[in-house]
């Protein structure tokens, strides 16, 4: 059974920094590129970054670029992504999905709140 | 960016008649050389992550009951739900995977009359 569980979200001063994690399971990781969404309470979905399955190719939304850093140890079949310079707007669950055609599978989501 | 536009906003349809929502993309999610339409359907219920339903535009995912449809080409997709269930009652969305970034609609609500 595939398996994705997100942690690291928290309460965060504006300016700060958090590492999120997206442990995976019942599939192989390193086959698979995977992505970052993440969904401001009562909003809409918002596709975030994707990274390709060695690690080698990143991509972000322009709105998190140069902020964000996703990242992936294959060893440990998990997913990263390091958040810094966070900003109010970046308020939200962020989920981690395995990406095919589509997004097949998600967490159940990790909450980031900033806000001093 | 590929804007997707999704139509209503939010939708009311008696149980066990048919729903449908509209996604319309700014450009063509077609991919000529696999003649593949680059779109997904997914289904959010409260409190619970997405759920994908629907990939190439109309292949239903694997354990999706077969009332979620989805057809539609280049711009203009539809996902129906030809008999609708209370479990049906949901926020739905569309998105392209055929070009970054990877946009969503901003999701149709569906719910019982």
């Known amino acids: 059974e595939v398996q994705l569980v997100e942690s690291g979200g928290d309460l965060v001063q504006p300016g700060g920094s958090l590492r999120l994690s997206c442990a995976a399971s019942?599939?192989?990781?390193?086959?698979?590129?995977m992505d970052w969404v993440r969904q401001a309470p009562g909003r809409g979905l918002v596709w975030v970054s994707r990274?390709?399955?060695?690690?080698?190719?990143?991509d972000y939304a322009d709105s998190v670029k140069g902020r964000f850093t996703i990242s992936r140890d294959n060893a440990k079949n998990t997913l990263y992504l390091q958040m810094n310079s966070l900003r109010a707007e970046d308020t939200a669950v962020y989920y981690c999905?395995?990406?095919?055609?589509?997004?097949?599978?998600w967490g159940q989501g990790t909450l980031v709140t900033v806000s001093s | 960016d590929i804007v997707m536009t999704q139509s209503p906003d939010s939708l009311a349809v008696s149980l066990g008649e048919r729903a449908t929502i509209n996604c319309k993309s700014s450009?063509?999610?077609?991919?000529?050389?696999?003649?593949?339409?680059?779109l997904a359907w997914y289904q959010q219920k409260p409190g619970q992550p997405p759920k994908l339903l629907i990939y190439?535009?109309?292949t239903r995912q694997s354990g999706v009951p077969d009332r979620f449809s989805g057809g539609g080409s280049g711009t203009d997709f539809t996902l129906t739900v030809s008999s609708l269930q209370a479990e049906d009652v949901a926020v739905y969305y569309c998105?392209?995977?055929?070009?970054?970034?990877?946009?969503f609609g901003q999701g149709t609500k569906l719910e019982i009359k």
């Open positions: 999905a395995k990406a095919g055609a589509g997004l097949d599978y």
């Open positions: 019942g599939f192989i990781f390193s086959n698979y590129w």
């Open positions: 990274i390709n399955s060695d690690g080698s190719t990143t």
């Open positions: 450009q063509s999610v077609l991919y000529s050389s696999n003649n593949k339409n680059y």
């Open positions: 190439w535009a109309s």
């Open positions: 998105q392209q995977y055929y070009s970054r970034p990877y946009t």
